[in-house]
Each structure stands twice: as C-alpha cells, then as structure tokens.
C-alpha cells in the first residue's frame, strides 16, 4: 500500500516503508503553509531604560543614554537591535555629590547633542522628591567605547536649584534656535517648566543672557505634574513636548505626553486648541494603551527627512518594566507631530486562544477546550467549573470590548470577561446580575465605586448573543445585538484605570462567583472607542497571504479569505470584494482587482522594475453584509531577495540528517539512533557525554518542536542549547530549577535573560510534545499541542544569540548534566509557525508486522483522519471509521497494506 501526504506548500510526497513525512492539519479544506509569519521589525535586545534621551547617530551607529548608576547606554546598527553599553561615569563628579546631599550616583534623563566637534551629554543630579537638584554637562569626542580618543570629560554644573527656587533643575533638554543660539529646556513640579539659553562653545550657562524663561505648567485641575520636556525646531515653529502625571508608581504610573508649539524658542507655547501651556494647555500625543503604560520622555531623530520618536514606557506584560521604544514619526498638513497607536486583538479560537496579530496570546486553562460549531465554526467551551482562558495583563487596556457567545444559563454573577487585579478593581461583564438582567461593571474603588451599563431585559439562553461595551473616560454604552441598549454619561473610567493584571475570560476576580458556563465564538478588543456603525460592522478575515510575509519577483501569490457579520455568521462569497495596491513613498497605486464576488485567487509580481523593489503590496478584502455595511482589511507583504525561509526536519531514519537538506547533524561521543517498538527510528542520548552537533545556521530558528521522552535526573538538562558560549544562548532544558520545563534566551547572561516556565513538570518516561515559537516580540510554549506558557515581552529572537555552539542534549554549561532519554520528530524553522503547522508536522508512520502505523496527536481538537485515492478535483475524502489507540496523548492506527494507495488529511467532520 501507498501512502501520500501532502505537505506544506509541497506537491504529494510518497511515504514508504519507515520513512516518515508530514501530514497537512486543515479546516475541511487545504490552508497553504508556504509563507510563516515574518517578524516585523520591532524593536529587540537590551530594552530596559528609563527617561531615554534621543537617539544619536555616530560613526555608523546608534546610541541612546538613560537614567540609571553612572547613565545607561544603549546602541544599534540599524535601531531595532540594541545592546548594552557602558556606563558614562564609574564614579559620581564630586561636584555632583557636595551639590546634592545623598546623591548616590544614580543620575536622571540625560540629552545628548552634538556641536562643536563634541557630543554634549547633559545629566539631572537629584533625590527623589527633592527640590535640591542640578543639571550637569559631559562631553565627548566620540560615543564609541572602541574608539581610543573615546573618553568622557565633566564639565560641571550647568545649572542648580535650591529649597525654595522658582524651579527644579532635573530633566534637560538642549536644541538650536534658528539663528544658531543654544537653549536649555527644564523642571519639573513647582512651577512648572523653564527655559535658558547657554553659551554654543562652551554649552554652559550663558553668562549675557541669564533670563530664567517660563514655558509650561502643570493641570492644575486634576493635579497632574508636570516634567520631562523636550524641546524640538521643526518648520516655522518649536515643538515643546512635556510629560503630564507621575513616573515611578509602577503601574499605577500615569504618565501621559502633551505637545505645544510656538514660533519662538521662549513661547507661547499653545496647543491645538489655541491653549497656553503656562494655562495647564497642551494637546494630547501619547497616552496608556494596550501594554504600554504611562509612556513618557519624547526624543526625536531625523534621518534625511525620516522622523523617529523615541520614548519609554513600562510594560504591562513585563511586570511594568521601563521599556525603550522607537516609533515613526509623521507630521499632519497643518504642522503637528502625529503618530497612532490605535490596535486590536481579536479572538478566533482557531485551535487554541491566539489572538489574528499574536501579541496578546491567551492560554486554555483548566481544560478549557475548542469545538467546531456547525454554524459559527471554531468556539471554545467553559463548562461552568473552573475553565477560563488567561490573557496578558496589556490586552485589558482598551475602551472597547465585544463577544459573540452562548450562555447556557446557570447562576448570576457569571463572567463572559473580567479584567482587573482584585475585589478592589475590576471591569467585568456578567450575562446575568443580581437585577435579573446582563450588565457592565467598571470600578477603581471597590464595590462603593462601582458604575455600571445595566441592560432592560433578560438575556437569553443557549442563543448566540452578540456584547459591546465601549468606554471613553465620559460615557459607556452598552450594546446587545447590534443595538445600544444602554448609556451611561457619567462613566468616568475606563480600563487602563484600574490597573488590570488578572485578564479572563471566563471567570470573576471574585472567588465565589461561578464560572462562565456556555461557548465563546469570538472576542474583539479595541484600543479606541468604536463608533455605533464600527460596532455592527462586518468582520473581514485573511487567511493568505500572511500578513507581514515576503514575495519573490515574478512569485504568484495566492490570496484567500472570508467574512462574517458582527455576529459571527459567515457570509457568503458573493458579499466579498478584493484589490492589490503597491505601496511606496510616493503614495498607492491598485495593481490588481477589483475580483469581486470570490473567495480567493492570485496575482502575479512583476519580475522586475521599480515596483517590484522599492515598496510593499497590500491585498484589501472588502467585505458587505445583508444590511449594506462595508468592512474592510488587508495585509501588507514585502520583498525578499534572500529567500531565506527553511524548515529542518530530523526523523532519525539516517543519523542526525536533516530531511529537507538544509543542516545536517552529527552523532557525538556514542549518540545513536535505535528503534521504538511504536515511533520507529529515534535518537537516543545516555546522560552521560552523548550529543547532536548542528551547524552554526541552525541558530537563526524561530519554531522549535519534537517529540521527548525524558529519563529524569539532574536539573539543567538540554532538549536543545543553541548559542554562542554560557552568557549568550537559547535553550530548552527538560527541568530548571524551579522543577519546571523552561526555554530561556539571554544575550548578555543571567542578567538579561528571559525565561519562560511550563506550569507544571516535563513527565519522564512519557512521549510528550514540547515546542516553542518566536517572533521578535513574544515567545510561547506548547506542551502536547496546547499553548501553555506565553512572554509577551522576550523582545529576542535565537538569530540575535546565535553562534557556532548548537546542541541537541547538551548545555553551553560545561557544570550541567547532559540529557537523558530520546528525541524523535525533530523539526527547527526560520519560521514563526502556527500552532496548525505544528501539530502537522508531529505526524509520523511506521512500518510493522502488521502494517504501517499512522501516528497524530491526540490534542487535535475534534480533527478527524480523513483518506482518498486522489488529490484535486478528483478528491472524495472520506472518514476512516477504523478507531485509533490513543496512547500517551499520541493516537496510532495500523492499516491493512493493499495494493493502491491513499492520500490523508486531518480536517473537520
């Protein structure tokens, strides 16, 4: 008998014998896997910083400086990977600590420019909560430490401030006016932010003009301070940025960034509204949102009439770690710096809790599960008990929440979502309160504070039933169907308020409150309030090509997708409308489409010119539902010369060799393949010296997975260990010290790395399925096909840490125990792979007495193995009836050989 399986972006392959091949997991119909996702560019490395000053080119590269012992640095090659740098000082100025009593080295919200052949680097000398400050100047011929003329030279005080002065001398900020004088923005509380001019040669005081200027003050309605300013010359006017809130309450934190402008360096400085900023004025440009909490301390670069900004906040997902953050920068027609940070997440339940952009992966918990609806498709089911699904905090920082999802009745007080970190603090919604009917709850002050969206009748059970809550900080509404049920115009908070780190849906912040019992279809959150037309939207979904993937010239790509109502009924082909663009610095330009009426097709890239080159497509999918609304997305793909993309398969039928060709490895010291009564070939590893060597290109992965049978025994043991040396690795080890499965990355040793623990012990003795994805941003962990620990905050990828040193079974370590057990299945990607393609490629065949083996996991969700003789249009896919033996998780199915041959598939009933 014959065995085809088709595999990811490949023409059928024949599977004989004991080779083993990969199966295609589907949805009733093939999704083409030949394009991961491609990390965008987002910002990597070392990112910890505090009051960043603005980024600084010199001698080909990038350097930023921060509050810190001695100032952080940081530098780039190309400002998205950054590393550590030495400090500025190893010992505080004695100047600095005579000026400041317990002073302790710990300087604040440095400024660096450049004039004068010298990088001028201006630092703040203070005690938190004092007024005794001042603000100091080093100077520098060059910012590279390998640079022998590199050596940082103070110059002393610039200016001080005492108990009592009209200001406080902390947070500088240096910029040219355009007649070439030099100026010096400041302060913070008191009375608010000052300005002086300084001397351009020396870049000290200005002895002539000695004019303490006043160019902002705090809002003295709401009490928030005012620091952290930032003054820019862009056009005809000085761009005057500020800080409005507190700093340093973790993630209480509510710093906010307000803009002015004014067409002389000394003001007035008005905002859009024409307000003074000495009146409490200033536009709003930059706020919490999403996991990016209380950002603060503009700098801008300019780079041939390319504008970045450059700003910290601290990390919601990240235990509110001050974080660096370099965005682009735009201006509007009429003048004004502008920059959007507006983002969604939304909810699919596709196999597993990831939200369509994978930044706010949720995790299944307690055996909260996925079933295929007949009518809504992929759902997840809470029964009532104790299942829910557990967001990263930063998800909850919205203003607009909405859910499809079916109740199956029970008690009050159940969770369709709470988000909050306690009793005291919460936003929830409950189909049924203690009034009989659903409502929306928001507080920051318990029970006593609480302000609510009560609906005017009963909701009712076992029906689909579609929820938004929109919040503004001035009104709620609540929505049930589509219509707006509910306004409240004195709901004052929204969720970025009360400070949520408990994000669920499912389950109350309330421990004796019951648990949601029915089905979830979708969750979408906004960051923005949506209008009542956004609300009852269509919904638009691409499946191809992935979004931020990359073409070649002359590549065909095949585009395909779908839509749904607001309420997550499909719609049909017929509602559909699509279009390519080519996108580049002049503008838009349609290159193909309109194709209406279809659900998918392709379009060709030109094999050369200058629109194949210099610029990106972006396909758009149109979507219009019964009522007439019209809907929109779409997803941007971007050239690619390299070709880079691979996949490295190990099967162990032929030592360590890579299947697809890509990185072969080798057997160390006694490592050998053998046979598994059940998996067939496998690599065995004693514990004691025994090894793979992989070649140093393995190192670029971003998708590792295999099967693991774990003997027990020492911590530190490495499934995989791919790196440079012990202080810069990625790695996978079957227990750390916390008895747990942990992958840890670091480039820069153990005080940089980030770990990432499975919730409970690798099983020994047990084939069990680990993997772990990357994607620049975020790192999550499969146990046996299910998410089970996510880092929205890794911020690396293995490329970043890579070297020669690449292991399977042994530790960059040389203290640490080498692994004991076996390995089978082993794939590595340069690709970011979904949880589908996974789970496809854990499926494997063996050869026995009684025929070959077909093994797939048993964590597929409701797929079903289906069979037929033929692909294409000659395609009759039929269930196999024969009842697999689920074994360990794993489930096996020995068939009879015959004489024809048959393709499989795993896909929905």
Same mark, same amino acid.
């Given at each position: 008998m014959n065995f085809f399986a088709v595999a990811p972006g490949c023409s059928p392959q024949k599977v004989e014998g004991r080779w083993k091949r990969l199966f295609l997991?589907?949805?009733?119909?093939?999704?083409?896997?030949?394009?991961?996702?491609?990390?965008? $560019?987002?910002? @990597?490395?070392?990112?910890?910083?505090?009051?960043?000053?603005a980024v600084i080119e010199c001698e080909g590269l990038y350097y930023v400086y921060g509050t810190g012992q001695g100032i952080l640095s940081k530098s780039s090659t190309d400002k998205t990977y950054w590393v550590t740098g030495p400090g500025v000082f190893a010992n505080p100025p004695s100047w600095t600590t005579n000026a400041v009593p317990g002073f302790t080295g710990d300087f604040w919200a440095p400024d660096i420019s450049y004039f004068n052949g010298q990088y001028h680097l201006y630092y703040a000398v203070s005690t938190f909560g004092s007024q005794v400050s001042a603000i100091g100047l080093a100077t520098n011929p060059t910012l590279d430490p390998g640079d022998p003329n590199y050596q940082w030279t103070d110059q002393g005080p610039v200016i001080e401030s005492t108990t009592g002065s009209a200001y406080n001398c902390i947070d500088p900020s240096v910029t040219f006016d355009a007649s070439s004088n030099l100026w010096m923005s400041f302060g913070s509380f008191w009375t608010g932010i000052k300005l002086v001019q300084l001397d351009a040669a020396t870049g000290l005081r200005n002895t002539t003009n000695t004019t303490v200027y006043s160019l902002a003050t705090d809002d003295a309605a709401s009490g928030d301070p005012i620091e952290g300013s930032y003054l820019y010359h862009y056009g005809n006017?000085?761009?005057?940025?500020?800080?409005?809130?507190?700093?340093?309450?973790?993630?209480?934190?509510?710093?906010?960034?307000?803009?002015?402008?004014?067409?002389?360096?000394?003001?007035?400085?008005?905002? @859009?509204?024409?307000?003074?900023?000495?009146?409490?004025?200033?536009?709003?440009?930059?706020?919490?949102?999403?996991?990016?909490?209380?950002?603060?301390?503009?700098?801008?670069?300019?780079?041939?009439?390319?504008?970045?900004?450059?700003?910290?906040?601290?990390?919601? $997902?990240?235990?509110?770690?001050?974080?660096?953050?370099?965005?682009?920068?735009?201006?509007?027609?009429?003048?004004?710096p502008a920059f959007t940070n507006d983002w969604s997440a939304a909810y699919h339940f596709n196999m597993d809790a990831r939200d369509d952009d994978n930044q706010y992966y949720g995790l299944l918990e307690s055996g909260a599960s996925i079933f295929n609806d007949p009518l809504l498709g992929d759902t997840v089911v809470l029964n009532g008990s104790n299942q829910y699904v557990n967001l990263p905090p930063g998800v909850a920082n919205a203003q607009t929440f909405a859910a499809v999802f079916k109740w199956n009745g029970g008690a009050a007080w159940q969770r369709v979502f709470d988000f909050g970190n306690g009793t005291n603090s919460y936003v929830f919604f409950t189909p049924l309160a203690s009034t009989g009917f659903p409502r929306f709850t928001i507080t920051s002050s318990g029970i006593g504070g609480e302000e609510h969206l009560d609906a005017t009748a009963a909701l009712p059970t076992n029906v689909w039933t579609h929820v938004a809550v929109t919040t503004d900080g001035a009104r709620g509404i609540l929505y049930l169907n589509g219509v707006a049920v509910t306004t409240n115009t004195a709901m004052t908070l929204v969720a970025s308020d009360i400070v949520p780190t408990n994000v669920w849906f499912g389950r109350s912040q309330f421990s004796a409150d019951p648990y949601f019992n029915g089905q979830i279809s979708s969750v979408r959150i906004f960051g923005r309030a949506l209008s009542a037309s956004e609300v009852v939207a269509p919904q638009p979904?691409?499946?191809?090509?992935?979004?931020?993937?990359?073409?070649?010239?002359?590549?065909?790509?095949?585009?395909?997708? /779908?839509?749904?109502?607001?309420a997550d009924s499909p719609l049909s082909a017929s509602n559909l409308a699509w279009s390519v663009e080519f996108c580049d610095a002049n503008g838009t330009n349609v290159v193909a489409g309109p194709f209406s009426g279809v659900g998918s097709g392709a379009f060709t890239i030109p094999d050369s010119g200058e629109e194949a080159t210099n610029g990106f497509y972006r396909v758009i999918l149109a979507a219009t539902d019964s009522s007439g609304r019209m809907a929109t997305n779409c997803v941007d793909i971007f050239p690619d010369a390299t070709n880079a993309d691979w996949t490295s398969y190990y099967s162990f039928n032929n030592g360590a060799t890579d299947a697809? &060709?890509?990185?072969?490895?080798?057997?160390?010291? &006694?490592?050998?393949?053998?046979?598994?009564?059940?998996?067939?070939?496998?690599?065995?590893?004693?514990?004691?010296?025994?090894?793979?060597?992989?070649?140093?290109?393995?190192?670029?992965?971003?998708?590792?997975?295999?099967?693991?049978?774990?003997?027990?025994?020492?911590?530190?043991?490495?499934?995989?260990?791919?790196?440079?040396?012990?202080?810069?690795?990625?790695?996978?080890?079957?227990?750390?010290?916390?008895?747990?499965?942990?992958?840890?990355?670091?480039?820069?040793?153990?005080?940089?790395? @980030?770990?990432?623990?499975?919730?409970?012990?690798?099983?020994?003795?047990?084939?069990?399925?680990?993997?772990?994805?990357?994607? /620049? @941003?975020?790192?999550?962990?499969?146990?046996?096909?299910?998410?089970?620990?996510?880092?929205?905050?890794?911020?690396?990828?293995?490329? $970043?840490?890579?070297?020669?040193?690449?292991?399977?079974?042994?530790?960059?370590?040389?203290?640490?125990?080498?692994f004991k057990g076996q390995m089978d299945n082993v794939e590595i990607s340069s690709e970011t792979l979904p949880i589908e393609q996974i789970t496809a490629s854990s499926i494997g065949i063996s050869n026995g007495a009684s025929g070959l083996t077909l093994s797939w996991p048993g964590w597929t969700n409701g797929l079903g193995l289906y069979a037929s003789p033929a692909l294409g249009a000659n395609a009759n896919w039929v269930s196999l009836t024969n009842a697999p033996i689920k074994t360990n998780g794993v489930n096996f199915l020995t068939l009879t050989p015959t004489n024809g041959q048959d393709f499989f598939r795993l896909q929905f009933p």
């Open positions: 997991s589907t949805f009733l119909v093939f999704i083409s896997f030949n394009r991961g996702l491609m990390a965008q $560019d987002y910002l @990597r490395g070392s990112l910890g910083i505090h009051d960043p000053s006017y000085y761009y005057l940025f500020v800080n409005w809130g507190t700093c340093c309450d973790g993630l209480q934190s509510t710093y906010n960034i307000r803009v002015g402008r004014s067409t002389g360096i000394t003001g007035p400085f008005l905002d @859009r509204n024409n307000v003074n900023m000495l009146s409490s004025g200033g536009t709003l440009f930059l706020q919490t949102t999403g996991k990016f909490i209380a950002p603060g301390q503009v700098g801008i670069i300019n780079e041939n009439g390319t504008y970045y900004f450059g700003y910290h906040y601290l990390d919601a $997902d990240a235990g509110g770690a001050p974080t660096f953050d370099l965005e682009p920068l735009s201006w509007t027609s009429d003048g004004w979904e691409i499946s191809a090509p992935p979004a931020n993937s990359s073409y070649q010239l002359g590549e065909t790509i095949s585009f395909a997708g /779908g839509a749904t109502d607001f697809n &060709g890509f990185y072969n490895g080798s057997l160390v010291n &006694g490592a050998a393949t053998t046979t598994d009564p059940i998996r067939g070939p496998i690599l065995n590893l004693s514990g004691s010296s025994q090894y793979v060597s992989l070649p140093a290109g393995i190192g670029a992965m971003r998708t590792f997975s295999a099967w693991v049978k774990w003997g027990g025994g020492n911590d530190w043991q490495r499934i995989f260990d791919f790196g440079q040396n012990d202080v810069s690795y990625a790695m996978l080890t079957a227990k750390a010290n916390s008895g747990k499965l942990r992958f840890e990355i670091t480039p820069n040793g153990s005080g940089e790395t @980030r770990d990432l623990d499975s919730p409970n012990p690798l099983p020994t003795n047990v084939w069990t399925h680990v993997a772990v994805t990357l994607d /620049g @941003r975020q790192a999550v962990m499969f146990i046996n096909g299910q998410a089970v620990a996510v880092d929205s905050s890794v911020n690396l990828l293995p490329s $970043d840490v890579m070297g020669s040193a690449n292991y399977l079974g042994r530790s960059q370590f040389s203290a640490d125990p080498y």
